[in-house]
């Protein structure tokens, strides 16, 4: 038996838990859907980050000269009622709507896994206290919810990805409670509190780890309906106001010009659509990818 | 001291249940003196694993009762707090759960979790637990080309698990090792190696042995003394041999007849 002067190549670099593994991307590829979502998302991801730095029209610069134009080579989506850029509009609303899905998703995400955390570990009594709280807040559906805070405490952004996330978290919580449930009576959870793991190590290495795996479709399935509410919001104006651009906004804005206008409905409307179209497959394929038991390579021996 | 390393007495274990409590372990008794093996004996719901979570503090007070006494060194560990006990465990008593796979992080090395270990009972730090635990899984036959190609428990054979199991549960070299049925979903095979494995180990440290099993021949090989449990209550105990030879309860009798007779029919697998 050598007896290693250092470290095997199987520790490799010290690092947390392995979902970065070179696995995952093993796994996607061959994988057509998760290319797809994968390189959409990346487009539409850099592009809206990229939006101040294209050659584009001030979003908010009238035009009156050039009103509902249609589609050409001086403005590729055409002009609006108010001869603004079509193209630059869509793009530019496309960060709020990116900025709205992800931060009132994070919160929500971050809160879920704090109170179903607390819920599923802390005990005979915190338990059924948080989960009725989270019932309350279950019970309103999110835009509803929404609604009556942003009556409250008025429109605009900020206030849209609020209200989004302060109804959104009660469902990570349901999951993630109801998954550490299971996971703490696993046997290394035993094993490790035999090894005097202290509760806070069993939780933050073990658990949390293992009991976070169906939230990930959860999560990319928030963004999108984090996303279409901000839309919808924004569409009986209580989110983004005029003059700023909101897919949702722009939508009531010429759905009136529909018959003469129709790119501009279409170009939001299919923007909107297909955003969300892509958090959904991307919830789908990383379930998939992040499920170690599908892999097929790594020396299987089962 | 007395020269047993654990003493139990009136042990009983009781579960809340729906439709009132459960008695899983009546007024259990024994000794089991340091560097010898106990082994626990009984079919399905006897109560066996019951015993072993709770002399290891495992059972969930939540669900169930836990009284009488059972002192490890000479220190009750029944009514010790959460703290001190992490501490006795982390020390004193290992244990081996029945299944190799579930015993094992599905999300971490399991390399690293056999350096959790290692840190954890205070043996070594960082880096050096690593290179330690490199050195105890390849003491239990699981060497560096394994941990490269297969570094996650279920890309490990059940048989392969399990020694990673042993080489985390004895990582500190307890005095004390509760093994639950730790064979009992492996092949002939692999289950002759676990056993043989278990067994150097426990000869070169000195180490007592709680061996709890359904497999009276398989037990009947390791053990020094033998309890025989029925419906939460010991029917019968003593020494090895002599419980096997002159078994003064029919119930062990027609155990041991069962086990003869299984044998001789070529399916003593232990999965009957």
């Known amino acids: ?302 | 001291m007395s020269g047993h390393i654990l003493e139990v007495e009136a042990l009983t274990v009781t579960y809340r249940g729906r439709n009132g409590p459960v008695e899983a372990v009546a007024d259990l008794e024994f000794r089991l003196k340091s560097g010898s093996t106990l082994g626990i004996i009984g079919e399905s719901g006897a109560g066996k694993t019951s015993i072993g979570l709770a002399l290891a503090g495992l059972l969930d007070r939540k669900y169930a009762d836990v009284s009488g006494s059972a002192r490890f060194r000479g220190r009750e560990l029944l009514d010790l707090p959460e703290k001190e006990m992490a501490g006795v465990r982390g020390s004193g008593i290992g244990m081996l759960f029945q299944d190799p796979v579930a015993s094992l992080d599905p999300t971490m090395r399991v390399a690293d979790q056999v350096a959790e270990s290692i840190s954890l009972r205070g043996i070594a730090r960082g880096e050096e637990a690593r290179l330690r635990a490199f050195k105890e899984l390849a003491d239990v036959g699981i060497d560096e080309p394994t941990l490269v190609a297969a570094p996650y428990a279920h890309q490990l054979s059940g048989g392969q698990c399990q020694r990673v199991q042993i080489a985390a549960a004895l990582a500190g070299s307890p005095d004390l090792l509760i093994a639950d049925e730790p064979t009992s979903s492996l092949d002939m095979t692999r289950q002759k190696q676990v056993i043989e494995l278990l067994m150097a180990r426990l000869r070169r440290e000195d180490m007592a042995m709680i061996f709890i099993s359904h497999d009276l021949l398989l037990v009947a090989g390791i053990a020094e003394q033998l309890l025989v449990m029925r419906e939460g209550r010991a029917v019968e105990s003593g020494p090895c041999v002599r419980v096997l030879s002159q078994p003064a309860d029919s119930y062990t009798a027609e155990l041991i007849e069962a086990g003869i007779v299984g044998s001789r029919e070529g399916n003593a697998d232990g999965s009957a």
């Open chain 1, 1 to 302: 038996m050598a007896s290693p002067t250092q470290l095997p190549a199987a520790w490799g670099p010290a690092s947390g838990p392995e979902l970065s593994d070179a696995g995952i991307w093993s796994r996607l590829k061959g994988n057509g859907t998760a290319v797809l979502a994968l390189v959409l998302l990346l487009l539409i991801g850099v592009t809206s980050l990229l939006v101040p730095l294209l050659p584009l029209d001030d979003p908010l610069e009238t035009d009156y000269e050039n009103t509902l134009q249609a589609p050409g080579p001086e403005h590729l989506l055409g002009t609006d009622a108010h001869g603004r850029d079509e193209l630059s509009r869509v793009l530019w609303a496309s960060r709020t709507s990116l900025m709205v899905g992800v931060l009132a998703t994070a919160i929500a995400l971050v809160t879920g896994i704090a109170v179903g955390g607390l819920a599923g570990y802390g005990g005979r009594f915190i338990d059924p206290l948080l989960m009725r709280i989270t019932d309350i807040f279950l019970s309103f559906p999110v835009i509803l919810g929404a609604i009556a805070i942003l009556a409250v405490a008025g429109p605009g952004r900020r206030n849209v990805f609020l209200a989004i996330a302060l109804f959104g978290w009660p469902i990570f919580a349901r999951v993630f409670r109801s998954s550490v449930l299971s996971v703490r009576e696993r046997d290394y959870v035993k094993a490790a509190r035999l090894m005097g793991a202290s509760e806070t190590r069993i939780f933050m290495t073990h658990i949390l780890p293992n009991a976070s795996a169906p939230l990930v479709t959860y999560t990319t399935m928030a963004v999108a309906a984090a996303i279409l509410a901000e839309a919808g919001l924004s569409f009986i104006g209580l989110g983004v106001q005029i003059p700023y651009p909101s897919w949702g906004l722009m939508l009531a804005e010429s759905m009136v010009l529909f018959d003469r206008a129709p790119w501009l409905v279409m170009a939001p409307g299919l923007a909107v659509t297909l955003t969300a179209l892509v958090f959904i497959l991307l919830g789908a394929v990383a379930t998939r990818a992040m499920d170690p038991r599908k892999s097929g390579g790594g020396g299987s021996r089962r």
